[in-house]
């Protein structure tokens, strides 16, 4: 059974950064995704950013191209997501997720994951 587990959520100020990590363990295969989202209160979930394992193949929404980083610190078995120049609208609940494969369009169906983590808390504020 897969489980994902995030963490690094926090109170950060605006123009800073924040990095966090999901756990994730129980594949039972070599070839997977794993996605970051987020839900800010009253919005839908919104797909970020996506890693595969079988060639390391990073997707990012036009949100958070060029902010958010994507990457996999196989030594720690996690799926790392590195968010600079934060910004209010930042402010949100952040989980990773599982499926077989992502892509951009993915990200934009969040229904498509099958295994979530239960969140992190993320503010942006001064």
């Known amino acids: 059974q897969v489980q994902l587990v995030e963490s690094g959520g926090g109170l950060v100020q605006p123009g800073g950064s924040l990095r966090l990590s999901c756990a994730a363990s129980g594949f039972t295969s070599d070839y997977y995704a794993i996605a970051w989202f987020r839900q800010a209160p009253g919005k839908e979930r919104e797909g970020l950013s996506c890693?595969?394992?079988?060639?390391?193949?990073?997707y990012y929404s036009d949100s958070v191209k060029g902010r958010f980083i994507i990457s996999r610190d196989n030594d720690k078995n996690t799926v790392d997501l590195q968010m600079n120049s934060l910004k209010p609208e930042d402010t949100a609940v952040y989980y990773c997720a599982t499926d077989t494969f992502c892509s951009r369009a993915t990200l934009q169906q969040p229904f498509l994951y099958d295994n979530w983590g239960q969140g992190t808390q993320v503010t942006v504020s001064s």
């Open positions: 890693i595969e394992s079988r060639d390391e193949s990073t």
